[in-house]
C-alpha cells in the first residue's frame, strides 16, 4: 500500500519524543518471557497472529512440504517457541526479529527431520485456530517465487501479514466508531486491486452517495487512522526503538516520526 497521502500521527502518541523507546508500549518479543502468564500467552497471540502466515508459506515453499505436514509444523514451532523459550536469545541489535525467527523455524524444521519416529500431530488436528485454507490460497494465487528468493518471500509475506493485521484493526475500529463510511472509501480507493488506477473520487462519490469532499476528507481520516494501527501493530512486535524504527521505514518508505 502506497503511504503517500498518509498524514502523520500526532506526536504526542510518542512518549517524551521520540528519541527512546516509550516504556509505556507494549512488546510481545519481551512479554514472550515474562514471569506473568497471562502476559506470556497475550505475546504469544500476537507473535502467532503476525507470524503465523509467513511461517506456513515458508515450510510449505522452502520445505516443500504437503498442506498436512507444514500446518502440523507451523502449530509444532510455535507450540515449541513458547515451551522451550526460542526467542530468549534474539537480540535486536544484532538482526530483525523476523530474520532471527525465520532462522529458529529453519533450525526447527531441519531438527523435526533428524527426529527419528516424531509422532504428528496430524493437519487436520486444530491446536491453534489458524486459516489455513486462506493462506494456501494465497500460495496458489500468486507466483511461486524461484529457490533463491525463499527468504525475501517470507520478508514479503511478514509484510504482507502486518499490513493485514492493520487493515482489520482498521475496519474494527471503523465499524466500532460508526465511521463504516470511512473504511469503504479507504477500501474502494485504496485496496481494490481490481480496480487500481481507475478509480477516481469521483467514482467512489458517485457509488456511495457523496459529495467528492466529503470521499476526500474521509480517505484522510482512513489513512490516518491505518497509518497509526500500522504502526502499533509494528511496536507490538519489535524489542527496540530502533528495530521499530527500521520497520517502519520498510513498510512505509519513511521514518516513523
Known sequence: ?????????????????????PTTRWSAITGFHSDDPAERARSFETLVAAYWKPVYKHVRLKWRRSIDDAQDLTQGFFL?????QFFAGYDSSKSRFR??????????????????????????????PLEFTTAEGEIVAREIPAPDDLDRYFDAEWARSILGLAVSALREECVRNGKEVHYKVF??????????????YETIASELGLPVTQVT??????????????????????????EYRREARSLLGSDPV
Do not use: W
Request: proline share 3%; hydrophobic share 35%; aromatic share 6%.
Open 1 to 21: 500500500m502506497p503511504p503517500d497521502d498518509i498524514e502523520t500521527p500526532d506526536r504526542s502518541d510518542h512518549a517524551h519524543g521520540s528519541e527512546r523507546f
Open 217 to 242: 476528507n474521509h480517505l484522510t481520516f482512513a489513512r490516518r487512522a491505518f497509518r497509526r494501527l500500522l504502526l502499533e501493530k509494528l511496536r507490538e512486535i519489535t524489542a527496540s526503538d530502533e
Open 187 to 200: 477500501e474502494r480507493y485504496d485496496l481494490d486491486t481490481a480496480g487500481a488506477g481507475r478509480i477516481t
Open 99 to 128: 530474520t532471527f525467527l525465520r532462522v529458529c523455524l529453519d533450525g526447527f524444521v531441519a531438527n523435526e527431520d533428524k527426529a527419528a519416529g516424531r509422532q504428528k500431530r496430524g493437519g487436520d488436528t486444530i491446536i491453534l
Open 80 to 84: 515449541r517457541a513458547m515451551e522451550k
